[in-house]
């Protein structure tokens, strides 16, 4: 995913960029991926397993506001690992299946609040870990769609209205709630 943090927004100490909750949305996510403002302006994803919860980040001082970066996380069942613009930052163990729930996914906001206040674009979830020459790939082409292990893409495009499409074929198409497009 892309995403900009202006220099002259508002850093609350916990900003969601992406989130799925726990059955009956309040036991818990099942992962999210937050904005630290508490943390030197750090990024952190943290995962549920059937084993435990684990997690990786982003150190703030990599991170560069008003600029648009490139984020991504894979988990494989044994590494989680973070990238930013394609360049291999953190790896942790991690393992276990990972949890799931029939909750929505939530762009930009977490279950009662944390929303973030910046930009985002281009968001795709995948059922495989992505090889860091893929994510360096996909950084400056467009996907299509059809991509072996593709489940949800979101290039925000639609530029109006309340719909966000997804444009995997899986019909995993959103509601837009607040957010203003630019």
């Known amino acids: 995913l892309w995403l900009l943090k202006p220099i002259n927004s508002n850093v609350s100490n ?3 960029i992406v989130s799925k909750f726990g059955s009956g949305g309040q036991n818990g996510s099942n992962y999210e991926f937050d904005f630290y403002g508490e ?16 997690g990786v980040g982003i150190p703030g001082s990599s991170l560069q506001l008003d600029q648009w970066q ?16 394609g360049q291999l930052m953190n790896t942790t163990s991690a393992y276990g299946t990972l949890l799931t729930t029939s909750e929505p996914i939530n762009i930009g906001r977490y279950f009662g609040g944390y929303y973030f206040d910046g930009n985002i674009d281009e968001i795709s979830f995948w059922n495989v870990a992505l090889a860091e020459s893929q994510i360096q790939s996909y950084m400056s082409t467009s996907l299509a769609g059809n991509e072996t292990g593709l489940v949800g893409y979101w290039n925000f495009n639609e530029g109006e ?7 995997s074929g899986n019909a995993n198409n959103g509601t837009i709630n607040g957010a203003t497009w630019s």
């Open 14 to 16: 916990v900003e969601s």
């Open 161 to 167: 209205g309340t719909s966000l499409t997804d444009l």
């Open 70 to 85: 490139n984020v991504a996380i894979t988990y494989d069942g044994e590494y989680m690992k973070s990238y930013l613009d």
């Open 39 to 54: 943390w030197q302006n750090s990024i952190g994803m943290g995962i549920k397993t059937t084993e435990n919860t684990f």
